[in-house]
Protein backbone atom coordinates (compact mmCIF):
# COMPACT_ATOMS: atom_id res chain seq x y z
CA UNK A 1 0.00 0.00 0.00
CA UNK A 2 1.39 3.42 -0.99
CA UNK A 3 2.81 5.58 2.24
CA UNK A 4 0.51 8.21 0.72
CA UNK A 5 -2.67 6.30 0.34
CA UNK A 6 -4.74 8.56 2.63
CA UNK A 7 -5.87 11.75 3.11
CA UNK A 8 -4.61 12.76 -0.39
CA UNK A 9 -7.07 14.10 -2.70
CA UNK A 10 -4.74 17.56 -2.87
CA UNK A 11 -1.81 16.10 -3.08
CA UNK A 12 0.09 17.26 -6.22
CA UNK A 13 0.92 13.72 -8.40
CA UNK A 14 4.64 14.00 -8.23
CA UNK A 15 4.29 13.51 -4.43
CA UNK A 16 3.50 9.81 -4.92
CA UNK A 17 5.45 9.27 -7.61
CA UNK A 18 8.66 10.73 -5.91
CA UNK A 19 7.93 8.88 -3.06
CA UNK A 20 7.80 5.97 -5.75
CA UNK A 21 11.30 6.21 -7.79
CA UNK A 22 13.28 8.64 -5.60
CA UNK A 23 13.24 8.78 -1.64
CA UNK A 24 10.01 7.37 -0.06
CA UNK A 25 11.18 8.26 3.52
CA UNK A 26 11.75 12.01 2.62
CA UNK A 27 7.93 12.30 1.66
CA UNK A 28 7.01 10.18 5.12
CA UNK A 29 8.76 12.44 7.11
CA UNK A 30 7.08 15.50 5.55
CA UNK A 31 3.92 14.14 6.34
CA UNK A 32 4.95 13.25 9.98
CA UNK A 33 6.29 16.85 10.31
CA UNK A 34 3.00 18.20 8.55
CA UNK A 35 5.33 20.34 5.84
CA UNK A 36 4.00 18.91 3.10
CA UNK A 37 3.96 20.71 0.24
CA UNK A 38 5.19 20.75 -3.87
CA UNK A 39 6.44 24.24 -4.73
CA UNK A 40 6.07 24.44 -8.57
CA UNK A 41 7.10 28.53 -9.23
CA UNK A 42 9.83 30.15 -7.90
CA UNK A 43 10.70 33.89 -8.85
CA UNK A 44 13.07 36.39 -6.74
CA UNK A 45 12.24 36.23 -2.98
CA UNK A 46 8.72 34.40 -3.33
CA UNK A 47 7.48 30.88 -4.21
CA UNK A 48 4.45 28.96 -4.97
CA UNK A 49 2.85 25.71 -3.98
CA UNK A 50 0.42 24.11 -6.61
CA UNK A 51 -2.01 25.39 -5.16
CA UNK A 52 -1.12 29.00 -5.99
CA UNK A 53 0.01 29.58 -2.49
CA UNK A 54 2.52 32.24 -2.13
CA UNK A 55 5.67 31.95 0.42
CA UNK A 56 8.24 33.89 1.42
CA UNK A 57 11.70 32.17 1.07
CA UNK A 58 14.13 32.24 3.91
CA UNK A 59 15.73 29.33 3.02
CA UNK A 60 16.99 30.15 -0.21
CA UNK A 61 18.34 26.73 -1.34
CA UNK A 62 20.43 26.24 2.06
CA UNK A 63 22.40 29.19 0.42
CA UNK A 64 22.08 28.78 -3.68
CA UNK A 65 19.60 31.58 -4.15
CA UNK A 66 21.78 34.85 -3.36
CA UNK A 67 20.21 36.19 -6.48
CA UNK A 68 16.58 35.23 -5.56
CA UNK A 69 14.86 32.95 -7.89
CA UNK A 70 15.43 33.06 -11.58
CA UNK A 71 16.88 36.49 -11.81
CA UNK A 72 16.17 37.89 -15.29
CA UNK A 73 19.57 39.09 -16.13
CA UNK A 74 20.37 35.97 -16.09
CA UNK A 75 17.63 33.94 -17.27
CA UNK A 76 17.93 36.31 -20.47
CA UNK A 77 21.82 35.50 -20.30
CA UNK A 78 21.23 31.83 -20.44
CA UNK A 79 19.04 32.38 -23.24
CA UNK A 80 21.40 33.91 -25.25
CA UNK A 81 23.88 31.39 -24.66
CA UNK A 82 21.66 28.37 -25.81
CA UNK A 83 20.91 30.43 -29.62
CA UNK A 84 24.97 31.08 -29.10
CA UNK A 85 25.31 26.65 -30.83
CA UNK A 86 28.47 26.80 -28.01
CA UNK A 87 29.97 23.15 -27.59
CA UNK A 88 29.19 23.03 -23.63
CA UNK A 89 31.46 19.68 -23.20
CA UNK A 90 34.25 18.98 -25.39
CA UNK A 91 38.08 19.01 -23.68
CA UNK A 92 39.71 18.99 -26.73
CA UNK A 93 40.63 22.61 -26.23
CA UNK A 94 40.85 25.50 -24.00
CA UNK A 95 36.74 26.25 -23.51
CA UNK A 96 36.32 30.49 -23.94
CA UNK A 97 33.56 29.94 -21.29
CA UNK A 98 36.26 28.23 -18.38
CA UNK A 99 38.40 30.73 -19.35
CA UNK A 100 36.40 33.88 -19.07
CA UNK A 101 34.85 32.34 -15.75
CA UNK A 102 38.38 31.51 -14.30
CA UNK A 103 39.89 35.04 -14.92
CA UNK A 104 36.74 36.92 -13.50
CA UNK A 105 36.99 34.87 -10.44
CA UNK A 106 40.96 35.60 -9.70
CA UNK A 107 39.67 39.12 -10.08
CA UNK A 108 37.25 38.88 -7.64
CA UNK A 109 39.42 36.28 -5.45
CA UNK A 110 42.55 38.92 -5.41
CA UNK A 111 45.88 37.32 -5.47
CA UNK A 112 47.24 34.72 -4.94
CA UNK A 113 44.14 32.69 -6.51
CA UNK A 114 44.29 33.54 -9.35
CA UNK A 115 43.57 29.13 -10.79
CA UNK A 116 40.19 27.05 -10.64
CA UNK A 117 39.43 23.66 -10.58
CA UNK A 118 35.77 23.83 -11.57
CA UNK A 119 33.13 20.95 -10.45
CA UNK A 120 29.60 20.37 -10.25
CA UNK A 121 28.82 20.36 -6.50
CA UNK A 122 30.22 21.92 -3.21
CA UNK A 123 31.20 18.28 -2.38
CA UNK A 124 33.14 18.15 -5.44
CA UNK A 125 34.76 21.30 -5.23
CA UNK A 126 35.93 20.07 -2.09
CA UNK A 127 37.34 17.06 -3.42
CA UNK A 128 39.29 19.17 -5.86
CA UNK A 129 40.76 21.05 -2.73
CA UNK A 130 42.14 17.72 -0.93
CA UNK A 131 43.14 15.79 -3.79
CA UNK A 132 45.59 19.31 -4.81
CA UNK A 133 46.54 19.16 -1.31
CA UNK A 134 48.18 16.05 -1.21
CA UNK A 135 49.23 15.80 -4.72
CA UNK A 136 50.90 19.75 -4.20
CA UNK A 137 52.14 18.74 -0.31
CA UNK A 138 53.08 15.35 -0.94
CA UNK A 139 51.38 14.70 2.64
CA UNK A 140 48.14 12.84 3.54
CA UNK A 141 46.98 13.42 6.61
CA UNK A 142 43.79 16.40 6.93
CA UNK A 143 41.93 17.90 9.59
CA UNK A 144 39.00 19.31 10.09
CA UNK A 145 36.01 20.97 12.76
CA UNK A 146 33.60 19.08 14.95
CA UNK A 147 30.57 20.52 13.62
CA UNK A 148 31.99 21.20 9.83
CA UNK A 149 29.69 20.39 7.10
CA UNK A 150 31.48 20.03 3.13
CA UNK A 151 29.21 17.43 1.11
CA UNK A 152 28.55 13.62 0.65
CA UNK A 153 30.59 12.30 -1.77
CA UNK A 154 33.18 9.92 0.44
CA UNK A 155 36.14 12.47 0.35
CA UNK A 156 34.38 15.33 1.62
CA UNK A 157 32.45 12.67 4.12
CA UNK A 158 36.26 11.68 5.06
CA UNK A 159 36.31 15.58 6.66
CA UNK A 160 32.72 16.22 8.02
CA UNK A 161 31.99 17.16 11.24
CA UNK A 162 28.78 15.41 11.34
CA UNK A 163 29.03 11.85 12.47
CA UNK A 164 25.48 10.97 11.59
CA UNK A 165 26.24 11.34 8.33
CA UNK A 166 29.59 9.44 8.23
CA UNK A 167 29.47 6.97 10.15
CA UNK A 168 27.08 4.66 7.71
CA UNK A 169 30.12 5.11 5.13
CA UNK A 170 33.23 3.81 7.21
CA UNK A 171 35.89 3.26 6.95
CA UNK A 172 36.84 6.50 5.31
CA UNK A 173 39.66 7.64 4.12
CA UNK A 174 42.09 7.23 6.88
CA UNK A 175 44.61 10.28 9.29
CA UNK A 176 41.87 12.42 9.33
CA UNK A 177 41.53 13.88 12.58
CA UNK A 178 38.55 16.06 14.27
CA UNK A 179 39.54 19.40 16.25
CA UNK A 180 37.09 22.23 18.02
CA UNK A 181 36.28 24.64 15.74
CA UNK A 182 37.68 28.00 16.62
CA UNK A 183 40.66 26.50 18.89
CA UNK A 184 43.76 27.84 17.89
CA UNK A 185 45.93 26.04 20.52
CA UNK A 186 44.48 22.51 19.74
CA UNK A 187 45.10 23.66 16.06
CA UNK A 188 48.62 24.22 16.41
CA UNK A 189 49.12 21.12 18.17
CA UNK A 190 47.73 19.08 15.90
CA UNK A 191 49.75 20.62 13.09
CA UNK A 192 52.98 19.92 14.20
CA UNK A 193 51.86 16.36 15.74
CA UNK A 194 50.23 15.27 12.29
CA UNK A 195 51.85 16.96 9.65
CA UNK A 196 48.66 17.52 7.61
CA UNK A 197 48.72 17.94 3.76
CA UNK A 198 45.48 20.44 5.23
CA UNK A 199 43.02 21.61 7.69
CA UNK A 200 39.71 22.23 6.12
CA UNK A 201 37.12 25.05 7.66
CA UNK A 202 34.25 27.05 7.02
CA UNK A 203 34.32 30.84 8.23
CA UNK A 204 30.79 30.06 9.87
CA UNK A 205 29.56 26.87 10.34
CA UNK A 206 26.30 27.09 8.59
CA UNK A 207 25.02 23.26 9.14
CA UNK A 208 26.32 23.03 12.00
CA UNK A 209 24.05 25.99 14.01
CA UNK A 210 25.16 28.70 12.72
CA UNK A 211 28.71 29.06 14.38
CA UNK A 212 30.43 32.30 14.21
CA UNK A 213 34.42 31.85 15.20
CA UNK A 214 36.02 33.77 17.96
CA UNK A 215 37.28 36.87 16.44
CA UNK A 216 40.57 36.72 14.04
CA UNK A 217 40.72 32.81 14.64
CA UNK A 218 40.72 32.26 10.62
CA UNK A 219 43.56 34.72 10.29
CA UNK A 220 45.63 33.22 12.96
CA UNK A 221 44.85 29.61 11.66
CA UNK A 222 45.96 30.33 8.43
CA UNK A 223 49.28 31.28 9.97
CA UNK A 224 49.55 28.54 11.99
CA UNK A 225 49.12 26.90 9.05
CA UNK A 226 51.78 28.52 6.99
CA UNK A 227 54.32 28.15 9.59
CA UNK A 228 53.65 24.29 9.67
CA UNK A 229 53.53 23.56 5.87
CA UNK A 230 50.06 23.18 6.16
CA UNK A 231 47.03 24.52 3.05
CA UNK A 232 44.41 26.02 4.45
CA UNK A 233 40.84 25.13 2.61
CA UNK A 234 38.34 27.75 3.14
CA UNK A 235 35.02 26.57 2.79
CA UNK A 236 32.55 29.41 1.60
CA UNK A 237 30.71 27.18 -0.46
CA UNK A 238 27.34 28.56 1.70
CA UNK A 239 29.15 32.06 3.24
CA UNK A 240 30.69 32.91 -0.45
CA UNK A 241 29.26 35.26 -3.16
CA UNK A 242 27.92 37.88 -0.60
CA UNK A 243 26.02 36.08 1.97
CA UNK A 244 27.84 37.59 4.91
CA UNK A 245 28.21 40.80 3.77
CA UNK A 246 31.58 40.76 1.51
CA UNK A 247 31.89 38.99 -1.76
CA UNK A 248 33.79 36.35 0.44
CA UNK A 249 34.42 36.22 3.83
CA UNK A 250 37.64 35.93 4.30
CA UNK A 251 38.14 39.25 2.35
CA UNK A 252 36.01 40.97 5.76
CA UNK A 253 38.89 39.02 7.61
CA UNK A 254 42.13 40.03 6.67
CA UNK A 255 43.65 36.94 5.16
CA UNK A 256 43.39 35.11 1.96
CA UNK A 257 43.10 31.23 2.08
CA UNK A 258 45.90 29.10 0.06
CA UNK A 259 42.24 27.08 -1.48
CA UNK A 260 38.68 28.43 -1.84
CA UNK A 261 35.59 26.41 -2.08
CA UNK A 262 32.65 27.56 -4.14
CA UNK A 263 29.61 26.17 -5.03
CA UNK A 264 25.93 26.51 -4.20
CA UNK A 265 25.11 30.40 -5.45
CA UNK A 266 28.24 30.79 -7.96
CA UNK A 267 25.41 28.82 -10.72
CA UNK A 268 22.78 31.48 -10.12
CA UNK A 269 20.40 28.28 -8.61
CA UNK A 270 19.91 27.81 -12.45
CA UNK A 271 22.70 25.27 -13.33
CA UNK A 272 25.59 23.67 -10.92
CA UNK A 273 29.06 24.73 -10.51
CA UNK A 274 31.67 24.49 -7.74
CA UNK A 275 35.24 25.82 -8.38
CA UNK A 276 38.23 25.33 -5.59
CA UNK A 277 40.79 28.64 -6.62
CA UNK A 278 43.97 28.60 -5.37
CA UNK A 279 47.34 29.92 -6.68
CA UNK A 280 49.32 29.05 -9.71
CA UNK A 281 52.35 27.75 -7.86
CA UNK A 282 49.99 24.87 -5.87
CA UNK A 283 48.64 24.01 -9.24
CA UNK A 284 51.71 23.85 -11.17
CA UNK A 285 53.02 21.22 -8.02
CA UNK A 286 50.26 19.50 -8.25
CA UNK A 287 49.30 18.98 -12.04
CA UNK A 288 51.56 20.77 -13.38
CA UNK A 289 53.15 18.22 -15.80
CA UNK A 290 52.10 16.40 -18.96
CA UNK A 291 52.02 13.24 -16.39
CA UNK A 292 49.69 14.95 -14.35
CA UNK A 293 47.57 17.62 -15.89
CA UNK A 294 44.53 15.13 -16.00
CA UNK A 295 44.82 14.12 -13.06
CA UNK A 296 41.88 16.07 -11.68
CA UNK A 297 38.36 17.13 -13.56
CA UNK A 298 35.46 15.87 -14.74
CA UNK A 299 33.20 15.73 -17.66
CA UNK A 300 30.95 17.90 -17.16
CA UNK A 301 33.77 20.64 -14.64
CA UNK A 302 33.84 23.89 -16.46
CA UNK A 303 31.53 23.39 -18.74
CA UNK A 304 30.60 26.42 -20.92
CA UNK A 305 26.80 26.43 -19.59
CA UNK A 306 27.79 26.72 -16.07
CA UNK A 307 30.64 28.58 -16.46
CA UNK A 308 28.76 31.16 -18.35
CA UNK A 309 26.21 31.08 -15.69
CA UNK A 310 28.85 31.69 -13.13
CA UNK A 311 30.20 34.32 -14.96
CA UNK A 312 26.79 35.98 -15.22
CA UNK A 313 26.02 35.48 -11.53
CA UNK A 314 28.96 37.54 -10.49
CA UNK A 315 29.34 40.43 -12.70
CA UNK A 316 25.21 40.56 -11.58
CA UNK A 317 26.47 40.44 -7.78
CA UNK A 318 29.47 42.92 -8.77
CA UNK A 319 26.77 45.35 -10.60
CA UNK A 320 24.04 45.17 -7.58
CA UNK A 321 21.73 44.41 -10.11
CA UNK A 322 18.61 43.62 -8.59
CA UNK A 323 16.52 42.62 -11.56
CA UNK A 324 14.50 45.72 -11.31
CA UNK A 325 14.85 48.99 -12.88
CA UNK A 326 17.61 50.99 -10.19
CA UNK A 327 20.25 49.12 -9.03
CA UNK A 328 20.66 47.73 -5.78
CA UNK A 329 24.16 47.22 -4.07
CA UNK A 330 23.10 43.20 -3.51
CA UNK A 331 25.96 43.19 -0.78
CA UNK A 332 25.65 45.94 1.09
CA UNK A 333 22.31 45.03 1.25
CA UNK A 334 22.70 41.71 2.50
CA UNK A 335 25.20 43.45 5.86
CA UNK A 336 22.29 46.05 6.06
CA UNK A 337 19.31 43.14 6.21
CA UNK A 338 21.26 41.38 8.32
CA UNK A 339 22.20 43.99 10.77
CA UNK A 340 18.40 44.58 10.70
CA UNK A 341 17.45 41.14 11.00
CA UNK A 342 19.72 40.30 13.82
CA UNK A 343 18.67 43.42 15.60
CA UNK A 344 15.08 43.05 15.41
CA UNK A 345 15.25 39.56 15.86
CA UNK A 346 17.39 40.18 19.37
CA UNK A 347 14.42 43.23 20.44
CA UNK A 348 11.68 41.67 20.09
CA UNK A 349 12.61 37.67 21.21
CA UNK A 350 14.52 38.78 24.55
CA UNK A 351 14.03 37.31 27.18
CA UNK A 352 11.72 34.51 25.96
CA UNK A 353 12.24 31.17 28.00
CA UNK A 354 12.70 28.84 24.73
CA UNK A 355 15.47 31.24 22.97
CA UNK A 356 19.15 31.27 23.63
CA UNK A 357 20.75 33.16 21.29
CA UNK A 358 20.69 34.88 17.77
CA UNK A 359 23.32 35.09 15.80
CA UNK A 360 25.00 35.74 12.42
CA UNK A 361 26.72 37.64 9.82
CA UNK A 362 25.33 39.43 7.00
CA UNK A 363 22.15 36.88 5.88
CA UNK A 364 23.37 33.65 7.26
CA UNK A 365 21.24 34.59 10.56
CA UNK A 366 20.83 31.43 13.36
CA UNK A 367 17.96 31.54 16.10
CA UNK A 368 19.08 28.95 18.75
CA UNK A 369 16.11 27.55 20.55
CA UNK A 370 16.31 25.43 23.92
CA UNK A 371 16.64 25.43 27.50
CA UNK A 372 17.68 29.02 29.28
CA UNK A 373 17.34 29.13 32.61
CA UNK A 374 14.18 30.94 32.46
CA UNK A 375 11.56 28.38 32.20
CA UNK A 376 9.70 26.09 34.94
CA UNK A 377 10.17 22.94 32.77
CA UNK A 378 13.35 23.62 32.04
CA UNK A 379 14.74 24.02 35.47
CA UNK A 380 12.47 21.16 36.66
CA UNK A 381 12.98 18.48 33.79
CA UNK A 382 15.99 19.77 31.90
CA UNK A 383 16.82 16.81 30.20
CA UNK A 384 13.27 16.13 28.68
CA UNK A 385 13.63 19.58 27.33
CA UNK A 386 16.83 19.43 25.86
CA UNK A 387 15.70 16.63 23.88
CA UNK A 388 12.69 18.37 22.94
CA UNK A 389 14.60 21.28 22.20
CA UNK A 390 17.19 19.05 20.15
CA UNK A 391 14.57 16.63 18.00
CA UNK A 392 11.38 19.19 17.66
CA UNK A 393 11.46 22.79 18.18
CA UNK A 394 13.06 24.09 15.20
CA UNK A 395 11.01 21.84 12.97
CA UNK A 396 8.19 22.81 14.94
CA UNK A 397 9.12 26.21 14.24
CA UNK A 398 9.43 25.49 10.66
CA UNK A 399 6.09 24.28 10.13
CA UNK A 400 4.50 27.01 12.13
CA UNK A 401 6.15 29.73 9.80
CA UNK A 402 4.94 27.65 6.35
CA UNK A 403 1.58 28.53 7.98
CA UNK A 404 2.39 32.26 7.97
CA UNK A 405 3.49 31.67 4.22
CA UNK A 406 7.08 31.57 4.98
CA UNK A 407 10.15 29.14 3.74
CA UNK A 408 12.37 28.60 6.51
CA UNK A 409 14.67 25.37 7.87
CA UNK A 410 16.46 24.32 11.25
CA UNK A 411 20.23 24.07 10.60
CA UNK A 412 20.34 20.11 9.25
CA UNK A 413 23.04 19.46 11.47
CA UNK A 414 21.03 20.96 14.26
CA UNK A 415 17.47 21.30 14.59
CA UNK A 416 17.36 23.32 17.31
CA UNK A 417 18.97 26.11 15.75
CA UNK A 418 16.30 27.76 12.93
CA UNK A 419 18.19 29.04 9.90
CA UNK A 420 17.44 32.90 8.41
CA UNK A 421 19.01 32.50 4.75
CA UNK A 422 17.18 34.97 2.84
CA UNK A 423 18.11 35.70 -1.06
CA UNK A 424 20.29 39.23 -0.94
CA UNK A 425 17.38 40.77 -3.16
CA UNK A 426 15.52 40.83 0.46
CA UNK A 427 13.37 43.73 1.12
CA UNK A 428 13.22 45.76 4.67
CA UNK A 429 9.04 44.96 4.96
CA UNK A 430 10.04 40.92 4.35
CA UNK A 431 12.49 41.19 7.91
CA UNK A 432 10.02 42.81 9.55
CA UNK A 433 6.97 40.18 8.37
CA UNK A 434 9.29 37.49 9.39
CA UNK A 435 10.56 38.90 12.80
CA UNK A 436 6.84 39.60 13.49
CA UNK A 437 5.88 36.14 12.50
CA UNK A 438 8.45 34.52 14.65
CA UNK A 439 7.62 36.58 17.70
CA UNK A 440 4.01 36.13 17.22
CA UNK A 441 3.93 32.49 17.35
CA UNK A 442 6.92 32.12 20.15
CA UNK A 443 4.53 34.53 21.97
CA UNK A 444 2.26 32.05 22.97
CA UNK A 445 4.85 29.22 23.65
CA UNK A 446 6.86 30.42 26.64
CA UNK A 447 7.00 27.21 28.41
CA UNK A 448 7.12 23.20 27.15
CA UNK A 449 3.53 22.13 28.19
CA UNK A 450 1.54 24.62 25.72
CA UNK A 451 4.33 23.91 23.28
CA UNK A 452 4.42 19.88 23.58
CA UNK A 453 0.31 20.25 23.97
CA UNK A 454 0.48 21.63 19.79
CA UNK A 455 2.76 19.11 18.33
CA UNK A 456 0.79 16.30 19.93
CA UNK A 457 -1.74 17.49 18.56
CA UNK A 458 -0.43 17.85 15.19
CA UNK A 459 1.80 14.46 14.81
CA UNK A 460 -1.71 13.01 16.52
CA UNK A 461 -3.47 14.90 13.31
CA UNK A 462 -1.03 13.64 11.11
CA UNK A 463 -1.19 9.79 12.50
CA UNK A 464 -4.79 9.79 12.03
CA UNK A 465 -4.80 11.25 8.50
CA UNK A 466 -1.81 8.12 7.90
CA UNK A 467 0.67 10.67 8.28
CA UNK A 468 -0.69 12.42 4.60
CA UNK A 469 1.46 14.93 2.80
CA UNK A 470 -0.28 17.66 3.78
N1 LIG B 1 30.24 22.88 2.10
C1 LIG B 1 29.31 23.57 2.77
C2 LIG B 1 29.72 24.62 3.74
C3 LIG B 1 27.95 23.30 2.58
O1 LIG B 1 27.02 23.98 3.27
C4 LIG B 1 27.59 22.30 1.65
C5 LIG B 1 26.14 21.95 1.39
N2 LIG B 1 25.25 22.18 2.39
C6 LIG B 1 28.61 21.62 0.96
C7 LIG B 1 29.91 21.94 1.20
C8 LIG B 1 28.28 20.56 -0.05
O2 LIG B 1 27.77 21.13 -1.20
P1 LIG B 1 26.92 20.26 -2.24
O3 LIG B 1 25.64 19.93 -1.56
O4 LIG B 1 26.74 21.14 -3.43
O5 LIG B 1 27.72 19.06 -2.56
Known sequence: MSILSRNTAAAHPATETYARHVNPAFVRLLGVFGYGRVFVRARGVSLWDHEGREYLDFLSGFGSVNLGYNHPRLVARLREFLLEDAPNVLHVGPS????????????????????????????????????LARAATGRTAFLYCNGGFHGTNLGALSVMGAPRLRQPFEPLLPQ???????????LEQA????????????????EGGVVLPPTDYLKQAQALCKKHGTLLILDEVQTGLGRTGSLFMYQAEDFVPDVLVLAKSLGGSLLPMGAALTSRELVIKAYGTM???????????????????????LRILQDGHNGKPGHLDLIGNAKRMGRLLVDLLRERLA????????????????????????????????ALFRGVAKNVLGQWLAVRLLEHGIVAQPASQEWNVLKLEPSLLIEEHHIRQVVGAIAEILADYRDLAPLLKDVASRVGAQFASGWSFR
Open 191 to 206: LRKRRPAAFLVEPIQS
Open 176 to 186: CEAIPFGDLPV
Open 96 to 131: PHAAALAEALSQAAGPPLSMSLFANSGSEAVEGGLK
Open 291 to 313: ERFDLHGSTFSGNAFGCAAALET
Open 351 to 382: GHPLVREVRGRGLLVGVELGPTDRGLWQRLAP
